[in-house]
């Protein structure tokens, strides 16, 4: 079973960086793809962005150019760089687990907790 747990969530004024990180623990970390996943008040939770096991990285229209997703094997942490914030990024994010990822939510689990990213203008 995995558990991941994200942190690095905060405030931060339009144009900022915040790094976002989610730790795994349990399986084989290598095995899976994490995603990286958001949701802001009263929308639906929405994909940001995914990588492989093997680096291979996937981002939404929405945030390429401006996010960056690593992966530490060693540390067994996926990062999400964020830059060049904008206050339509406020949302809490979320990072989950899937052996066969799509952009929806329904092929993901091991749900994190959620970190609050709150973007100023």
């Known amino acids: 079973q995995v558990q991941l747990d994200e942190s690095g969530g905060g405030l931060v004024q339009a144009g900022g960086s915040l790094r976002l990180s989610c730790a795994a623990s349990g399986r084989t970390f290598s095995s899976y793809t994490v995603g990286w996943f958001r949701q802001a008040p009263g929308k639906e939770r929405e994909f940001v962005g995914a990588?492989?096991?093997?680096?291979?990285?996937y981002s939404a229209d929405s945030v390429k150019g401006r996010f960056t997703i690593s992966r530490d094997h060693a540390k067994k942490t996926v990062y999400l760089q964020m830059n060049s914030l904008k206050p339509e990024d406020t949302a809490v994010y979320y990072c989950?687990?899937?052996?066969?990822?799509?952009?929806?939510?329904?092929?993901?689990?091991?749900w994190g907790q959620g970190t609050q990213v709150t973007v100023s203008s």
């Open positions: 989950a687990a899937s052996f066969s990822p799509t952009p929806y939510t329904s092929t993901w689990g091991s």
């Open positions: 990588i492989s096991g093997t680096g291979n990285t």
